[in-house]
């Protein structure tokens, strides 16, 4: 889809069968037909009438979803909207032929609203028990504790417990969860990484050892966080910590979602944690949670797929990961990766600086970068809904990060 072709069209004069209890009692989509009022345009016929039911349009030429969004919902945003109602009538392009019947969403007063696909059985919440949490229990002495959309771990041994992480957001829960399962004291803490939403409940363990990479040190140290004390023990490259009977293998991939966060592995577990990297059952966050890397998210799952494990721990959303899950996390990284690929070699930057005012180049950039995930969008989409939860949340933004990274990275090993 071209720059040109994402901007909102004139209204046409073809017709919108009217929302309301007319349209209503029309048969299923397949047999509707499209009523035409001459006298007044498809927007105005759409936006004049009131209450309940569907409606149909009839596309013209040069139409697009994002367009036709525009025209009749109130905004462009919504055109994922029409994409799901719509999907087994649209090509492999996601877009519109000329003269085909589109559902529209039953929105007569254009509210500028946004509905999301469902999620698919692999990314629905758990039950949570009465406890407000769920434990899960990993081979012998490893558990998870998830509640609220995070995750955090800890590891019993014979000499103490090593928490890893401490989310704000688990402060009751994983203090109770330890409690339920051991007496025992918590001696050491691991930080997966820096970032506040798994670290800054640290302090409530007191002074314990607290393990991280010497980039997660640096960070901790600038952000001067009273939640999150400075690491007792850092390394650059792996450290094995043994302790109690147990042992965990902390290893630095390289940059990748944050410069510093690390790979945990459980092995006599055959478990492994990496936080904010693969979503069990789940697209990856918005701009890749502000990777530090994107290319480096890629290698690190790589490195993940070739471990030989069964449960992997993620930080985020409802459940334990697999193998099958970082296979398929894989898969989608890669194929949003390839894709922008193809878009950003079919796509020349050049005209978009003619578009705007001489100089300002944010402008043509922004403009260059839009086309890019134009084309790469409505491909993800078609090929990942109901395959991994939230496919069409931040796809768009993501392509828009991948295509920057290509740009200036520039890796030559992806």
């Given amino acids: 889809?071209?720059?040109?072709?994402?901007?909102?069209?004139?209204?046409?004069?073809?017709g919108v069968l009217r929302w309301g209890a007319a349209a209503a009692a029309v048969p299923a989509a397949a047999s509707l037909a499209v009523a035409v009022w001459p006298s007044q345009s498809a927007?105005?016929?759409?936006?004049?009438?009131?209450?309940?039911?569907?409606?149909?349009?009839?596309?013209?030429?040069?139409?697009?979803?994002?367009?036709?969004?525009?025209?009749?919902?109130?905004?462009?945003?919504?055109?994922?909207?029409?994409?799901r109602l719509n999907r087994q009538e649209l090509g492999r392009s996601g877009e519109p032929r000329a003269g085909q019947q589109l559902v529209l969403p039953e929105s007569p007063d254009g509210a500028a609203t946004r509905g999301f696909a469902p999620l698919p059985a692999t990314a629905k919440p758990l039950p949570v028990p009465p406890e407000g949490y769920r434990l899960d229990r990993i081979g012998d002495n490893f558990y998870a504790v998830t509640a609220g959309g995070t995750q955090a771990a800890f590891l019993v041994t014979t000499a103490g417990v090593v928490v890893i992480d401490a989310p704000p957001s688990l402060a009751e829960a994983l203090p109770a969860a330890i409690r339920?399962?051991?007496?025992?004291?918590?001696?050491?803490?691991?930080?997966?990484?820096?970032?506040?939403?798994?670290t800054a409940n640290a302090s409530a363990f007191g002074d314990v050892v607290r393990i991280a990479h010497t980039a997660t040190a640096e960070r901790i140290k600038a952000n001067q966080d009273p939640g999150r004390p400075m690491p007792t023990v850092t390394f650059t490259d792996r450290y094995r910590l043994d302790l109690g009977g147990e042992r965990l293998l902390l290893s630095y991939p390289g940059a990748?979602?944050?410069?510093?966060?690390?790979?945990?592995?459980?092995?006599?577990?055959?478990?492994?944690?990496?936080?904010?990297?693969?979503?069990?059952?789940?697209?990856?966050?918005?701009?890749?949670?502000?990777?530090?890397?994107?290319?480096?998210?890629?290698?690190?799952?790589?490195?993940?797929?070739?471990?030989?494990?069964?449960?992997?721990i993620g930080g985020h959303v409802h459940r334990l990961g697999t193998k099958e899950d970082i296979k398929v996390s894989r898969e989608f990284v890669r194929d949003l990766w390839k894709e922008t690929s193809g878009a950003i070699a079919a796509t020349d930057m050049g005209p978009f600086f003619g578009k705007v005012e001489a100089g300002n180049n944010w402008a043509g950039f922004d403009l260059y970068l839009q086309a890019v995930a134009d084309k790469v969008e409505p491909v993800i989409h078609r090929k990942w809904l109901g395959r991994l939860g939230a496919v069409d949340v931040f796809t768009r933004e993501n392509a828009l990060t991948v295509a920057l990274s290509q740009i200036v990275d520039a890796p030559r090993d992806l």
């Fill in 43 to 83: 927007a105005g016929a759409a936006a004049g009438t009131a209450g309940g039911g569907g409606a149909f349009y009839r596309t013209a030429r040069g139409d697009t979803l994002r367009s036709i969004s525009a025209r009749f919902l109130g905004t462009e945003q919504r055109w994922t909207e029409l994409y």
């Fill in 180 to 198: 339920r399962v051991t007496g025992k004291k918590v001696t050491h803490l691991v930080y997966s990484h820096d970032h506040a939403d798994h």
């Fill in 1 to 14: 889809m071209c720059e040109e072709e994402q901007q909102p069209q004139p209204p046409s004069r073809r």
């Fill in 256 to 312: 990748n979602h944050e410069t510093g966060n690390i790979l945990i592995h459980a092995p006599r577990q055959r478990a492994a944690m990496m936080v904010d990297v693969v979503m069990p059952g789940w697209a990856p966050f918005r701009a890749w949670g502000t990777a530090d890397s994107v290319p480096g998210v890629l290698r690190a799952h790589d490195q993940l797929a070739r471990m030989d494990i069964d449960t992997y």
